[in-house]
Each structure stands twice: as C-alpha cells, then as structure tokens.
C-alpha cells in the first residue's frame, strides 16, 4: 500500500506542470495565477491571439515540415546504410563503424559550431536544408537497425538471390518489411529529436517566417514576459504532436529507448 | 570495383556524416585561429592570428566562469537524475504491481518533450511571487524563508534547475534500470528472502551490483547531457542571476552553451570555434580520465 501511496505522489509530481500549463493556457490572462486547480472559466482567447498575432499556424507547419523530412530522410539513410554493414562486406567496414560510433560519445553542443560554420558558408541560414540537413546522420538509429538487421537470416537472402533478385529488390521486398518495426521506432524518435531540436532552429532562423514552434515560443516568451496564457497555449501547441504520437505508438518510443541502453 | 558496390548504400549517410560531422570539425579548427576582416564577406576575409583567440578566452572571466557553472551543473545533476531513476524503478520492480504500465507511462512522458518547453512551464510553476509553489508556500507560512525566488537567489537556482531537469529526464535512466532489474533471475531474491535480508540490504547487495554497468551508462549520458546544457537555462533563468566573484560581476548560471550560441548568433565565428575545441579537448580529457570507472 506505501508503494502505491508513494508511486501515486510521483505521478502527481510528474504529470501536474502539464495539466497546470493546459489549465493556464485555457484561461483569461487576469485568472493566470489563480490557485484553483479545477477547470472552470475555459476560454480560447490565448490561442486565437498566438494564431492572428503571432502566426503560430506558420511555425507549426515548419516543425511538421522539418520533423517528417528530418525523420524520414534520416531513417532511410540510417536504413541503407545499417544494410550494408550488417549483410555486406567492403573496404574499410569497421574502421567507418567505429568513427561512426564514436560520434555518439561527444556531447552534441561540440558540434554545433562546427555544423554551422558549415550552413554559414553554405548561405542556408533561415532555409529548410539548415534546418534539416545537417542532422540526418542518425548515428543512434544507423546502430539499432544494424544490429536489428543482422538477425535476419542469411538464407532468406540468399534463396532471394538464387530465384535471381536483385540487391534492391532484396532490401525492398524482405529486408524492409522484416524490420519495419524497428524502422518505425527510429522515425518516432527521429522525427522527436527533430522536433524537439530547439537550439540549432533557434540559431539557424533569424527571420520569423522560418521559425518553428519552439523558437515561435521563444520569441513569444520574451515579448510577454509576465502574461503566461499566452506563453502556455504556445507550449501546450508544442507538447501536442508528440503527446499524440506518445500515446499512439508508446510501445515503440519505450522499445527503442530501452534497446538503445542496452545495446551499449 | 566488386568490393566497393555496397557502398552506394552508405553513400547518402557518409555524405551527410563527412559534410557535417566530419569535415566541420577540422574546418573550425581552422577558423578558430583566424580573425574575420569583413563580417559581409565572412570566408574570404578570414586572417590567421595564431592562438590569439585562446589566449582572450583564457583571459576572459566570463568564459572561465561558464566552463565552471557547466560543471556545477554537472555535479550536482548527475546523481539526482540516478538516484530519481533508481528510486522510481526500484518502486515499479514488483510482479505483483498493478497498474505498472500506467505509472511507468506517466514517468517517462516528461523525457520526450523537449527541454525548452518544459523549462518555460517551470518558470510559471517556480514563478515569483505569485506562481503555484511560492502560493503553497505562503499558505504554510514558509515563504519567509524564500525571500528571493527559486530562480533568482543565487544559491538555489543551480539546485532548482538540476532537480527540475533531472525529475524530467528520469523517465529514460527508469526505463533502463527497470529493463536491467527484470532480467535478473527471481530465484537470487527468493534465495536472499529466505536468508532473511530486508528489502534495502536486497537493493544494496544483489540489485545494485548487477545494474552497476547500467548505472555508468545513464551517469554518462547525464553528464553529455549536462555538458550540453542550453535549453534548461536559455528558458528558466536567462542566465541570471547576477552575483560577485573575485570583484567581477558574472552571470551565475551562464553556461557554457549560453556562451557558445551567444558567440555564433552574434556571428562570432572564430571565438565560438576556439571555445567549443577547448571545451572538446575538456571533454576528452574527462572521458578518458574516467574510463576506468566505466569499464566493468
């Protein structure tokens, strides 16, 4: 019984900033700090004021822009490549493997200037391709599906090969099906990183047309300093598409995380 | 040419790893001995200045101090966030809970949003003096104490920060532990019950050595976190407040990667490139001065 005392406390501890921000961000700006926690005097006021003034639908479509294209691309390249690696053989095979790996160990804000030095020269400052393209490299997924890829087993290839298929066909036709499940798990979490990537969106878009929402909320969050109904609706706006996604597909985000651990 | 067919399927993510994880490096390398002439011609005008642009950064207060407060941070969030995790899947490790997937869906929910938007959430919670905590407070008399703001006294805010982000983050270490703790064989439990140990000499004797591995693991990738630290401090403290160290004013919780995205969007590409190798070669020096406590 104190376990559940206990764990029924955390949940509380976990779960109430959210239903506070949503509870927040329904309500009259005059009502922000009332202490009643109970849903009443619902308004939309907040919300229409973050779209007519501050075009929220533009920043939402470029996070939904940025996060499919970041996740599907990555997830593709992450899936050719972990392809070759767990059922092919070519120069150089672990040499690659390790500098990739190694990757993963050097806290990501190392590469940030690095990477924009890159867009810098490139001139793609406030364009799609900065905001996307130098992520697509998802070292993380690129592991999971290499090893996930290796227990597939050989004889379904080469039977594949003898009936005359080839390398394509092979990979379309029974490496994707077969690691579907692992694929989708890695377009889940990519397609959260990307959609959680706030530092590098706030350092690659400088014109409000380009932002997306966690930037749009930044900027938000510094002209409104003390009006917090409008600060929260943008961040309930932001938790929304992963929540959604979460609560869908929740098996996977945990399966992946889990493997991801474990693997290491 | 046989031999190198497979690697048309690794083009695409070799392209993108060379271009812009690879290359970046030694690029910037190059840059952060450089000075920019010319800020509208920014890679013609570059001019090489030797290691003039450590030299400043040693020199500056506010960069020494950023390096430190990173550490800070580091120090006092890394154990929080192992010992939440390991409390709450100590709590969740019972075959007989009901109800577990619910509890553990709800810890982990916090760890998928993103930092920044968890962050101006708190600021309304910790908001002062009128925000939820310090009315709690006031309503038990207490608020004479917290004269100053969870996140505006110099004293706390560190600590405010580092238990928020680590209650946030401790869905992922949860997970973790949980899946380590399941895969230990019931009968070493059953055997100890019988020897009559309690649960906490359990947790201390059995539990903990064989998850001992996933405990470096989730330290480590605490301490990435940590050193990465942006968001948290970008949304929640802006960082303030300001304090007095050695007679200068210094932003406490300015930290190294305030600095760093400071430096480039005010396009200062040389300086930001110099800091973020020291910060790199710190980094390395870390890692492998610890690697013996990582290796099991």
Redesign the interface.
């Known amino acids: 019984m104190r ?1 559940y005392i ?2 029924f406390l ?2 509380i ?3 109430f ?2 239903y ?2 949503i509870l ?1 961000a329904l309500r009259p700006e005059v009502l ?2 009332s ?1 009643n926690i109970l849903p009443k005097n619902l308004t939309l006021e907040n919300f229409e004021r973050i779209f007519k003034y501050h075009s929220f639908g533009r920043y939402f479509l470029n996070s939904l822009i940025v996060s499919f294209s970041g996740a599907f691309f990555s997830t ?3 899936f ?2 972990a ?3 767990a059922k ?4 150089l095979k672990n040499f ?1 493997y390790n ?2 790996v190694s ?1 993963l ?14 867009v ?2 490139l001139g793609w400052l406030n364009t799609f391709w900065g905001l996307v ?5 998802n ?1 993380f997924g ?1 592991i999971f599906l290499t090893e996930y890829i290796k227990k597939i087993p050989d004889d379904l290839i080469h039977s594949a090969l003898i009936d005359g298929a080839s390398k394509f066909l092979i ?1 379309f036709k029974i490496i994707f099906p077969l690691s579907l499940p692992m694929l989708l798990t890695i377009f889940l979490l990519s397609f ?1 990183f990307h ?2 990537n ?2 590098w969106q ?2 690659v878009t400088t014109k409000s047309n380009m932002f997306t929402i ?1 930037v749009g ?2 900027s938000l ?1 510094s002209m409104y300093q003390e009006y ?1 109904g409008a ?2 609706s ?2 309930t706006l ?2 929304l598409p ?2 959604i996604l ?1 609560l869908i597909f ?1 098996r996977y ?2 399966q992946g ?2 493997r991801g ?2 693997k ?1 | 040419m046989k ?5 048309i ?2 083009i ?3 392209i ?2 060379i ?7 030694f ?2 390398l190059y ?1 952060s001995f450089c000075k920019i002439e010319n800020y509208y011609n ?2 013609e005008s570059l001019k090489f200045v030797g290691l003039n642009n450590f030299l400043k950064l040693l020199k500056d207060p506010e960069i020494i101090w950023s390096i430190i407060a990173s550490f800070i941070y580091g120090i006092l969030y890394v154990p929080l966030l192992v010992i939440i995790s390991l409390f ?1 899947a100590n ?2 490790n ?1 075959p007989l ?1 009901k ?1 577990k997937r619910f ?8 760890f ?7 962050g ?6 910790f ?1 002062f003096p ?3 905590i310090y ?1 709690i407070l006031s309503y038990l008399k207490l608020s004479n104490f917290f004269k100053r703001g969870f996140l505006q006294d110099p004293y706390l805010v560190f600590l405010t920060v580092s238990i928020s982000m680590a ?1 946030k983050n401790s869905g ?1 270490g949860m ?2 532990f949980l ?2 703790m399941q895969s230990i064989p019931e009968s070493i439990y059953e055997a100890a019950r019988i020897d009559g140990a309690n649960s906490i000499q359990i947790f201390k004797k059995i539990t903990f050595p064989l998850i001992k591995p ?1 405990v470096y ?2 330290a480590f990738f605490g301490f ?2 940590a ?2 630290a ?2 948290e401090f ?2 929640m403290t802006g960082g303030g407040p300001q304090i007095n160290i050695l007679n200068y004013t210094l932003s406490e919780t300015s930290v ?2 305030l600095v ?2 400071r ?3 005010q ?1 200062k ?1 040389p300086e ?2 110099s ?2 190798f020291v ?2 070669i710190l ?1 390395l020096i870390i ?1 492998f001065s610890t690697k013996k406590y990582r290796e099991v």
């Open positions: 376990r206990l764990l955390f949940s501890l976990y779960i900033p959210f506070y921000m927040v922000s700090f202490m593709l390249f992450a050719l490549c392809y070759a690696f092919e053989d070519f120069p690659l500098i990739f990757t160990l050097v806290p990501g804000i190392l590469f940030m200037i690095p990477q924009f030095l890159i810098v020269y393209v130098p992520h697509l490299a070292v690129f990979i959260q959609w959680n706030f530092l706030l350092l966690p909320l930044a969050s917090y600060k929260m943008g961040a932001s938790i992963i929540v979460f929740q985000f945990i995380i889990i651990g474990l290491f | 031999r190198f067919f497979p690697f399927f690794i695409p993510f070799l993108i790893f271009l812009f994880l690879f290359l970046p490096l690029f910037s840059i920014i890679f709450l709590l969740l019972n809970l109800l509890f553990r869906t709800i810890y982990f929910f916090p998928l949003l993103d930092t920044f938007v968890v101006i959430v708190l600021t309304l919670i908001a009128y925000g939820f009315k209650i992922f997970l973790l899946a380590g996933i693991f989730v990435i976190g050193f990465s942006f968001s970008y949304s190294s990667g760093l995205y430096f480039a969007s396009l590409l930001a490139a800091f973020s910060l790199f980094f890692y």
